[in-house]
């Protein structure tokens, strides 16, 4: 017998994925995971600036492939993200390979083309529990830099809402293993509506706490967008992977392993992380993309 709660239940979740259009049809579906690594070898400058309107033309070119709605920015936007809403745009302000300032430009724009107003938008890393559009946000825009660290292996999408809980050293334990349960907390649970990995120049090998040294770093000029962090960071995972060999001739593995974006997956159930379970879509050029 059917009953009255059950008969809700099972009508909000309908709701829910009829809402979310084809991105909860992929879900209830068990479709692969999508994920578009879009280059361009303009973006940069000779000085490593990123130019606004490139990564704008990249974002609508992404966000296009990865919904599958043609060239038609406007419609792929508006599945994402509504005008009415208020938008935390969860950055990632680490002093040595922070999100960019024209990366974070270019998403308030796309946002713009939407109808969000700038007043109900916020970009922020390390105050977003005191900020008050994300305390009050209906949806979340994830950005940031990829790169090694020293105690998750790697810096990831899936890490970067370590800064949604009050003491962020409690997840530190066996290489921040379970950083994706931060995802399953109210304040954030099925609030992310599009994570960008900016792979612009990441950094792909390092030892020590806070290391960085500008020799690992390289220009791939790129960024991963997805709807899923766990499929987004584990194709950045791989590039990484890649270039790793590239550079040393041979194998070298990440110290500590990052492990957390696959238990992200296993263990929370954020997304996808083995290669055949993701759909991986290219934009830009094909020589170097390494994956």
């Not at 940031?144 to 003491?167: C, D, E, Q």
Request: charged residues 25%.
């Amino acid at each position: 017998m059917t009953t009255r709660r059950r008969f809700i239940k099972t009508t909000a979740a309908a709701a829910g994925l009829a809402a979310l259009g084809p991105l909860g049809a992929r879900a209830a579906s068990k479709e692969k995971s999508r994920v578009v690594v879009i280059r361009n070898d303009k973006v940069l400058d000779d000085a490593g600036n990123a130019d606004k309107m490139i990564l704008v033309q990249m974002l609508h070119d992404a966000v296009c492939k990865l919904l599958e709605v043609g060239d038609n920015p406007a419609a792929a936007w508006k599945r994402l993200f509504k005008a009415r809403w208020k938008v935390g745009i969860k950055s990632n302000e680490w002093e040595k390979l922070p999100t960019p300032r024209a990366v974070e430009d270019a998403l308030v724009y796309c946002l713009g083309q939407v109808g969000v107003d700038k007043s109900r938008i916020s970009v922020a890393d390390r105050s977003v529990l005191r900020d008050p559009i994300f305390r009050q946000a209906d949806a979340l825009l994830n950005v940031r830099p990829m790169r090694t660290h020293a105690w998750a292996g790697v810096g990831s999408l899936i890490k970067n809402y370590i800064m949604f809980v009050p003491r962020p050293y409690e997840y530190h334990d066996d290489a921040c293993a379970d950083l994706g349960s931060i995802w399953n907390l109210p304040k954030v649970k099925g609030k992310t509506r599009l994570n960008v990995l900016v792979m612009l120049t990441p950094l792909f090998h390092g030892s020590g706490w806070h290391h960085f040294d500008p020799n690992y770093t390289w220009r791939y000029k790129g960024l991963i967008v997805s709807t899923d962090p766990v499929a987004a960071d584990a194709t950045g995972l791989r590039i990484l992977e890649a270039k790793r060999r590239q550079h040393f001739g041979k194998h070298v593995a990440m110290k500590p392993e990052p492990k957390h974006i696959r238990l992200a997956g296993e263990r929370h159930g954020l997304g996808e992380y083995a290669a055949e379970r993701i759909e991986v879509l290219h934009i830009g050029p094909n020589k170097g993309r390494l994956i």
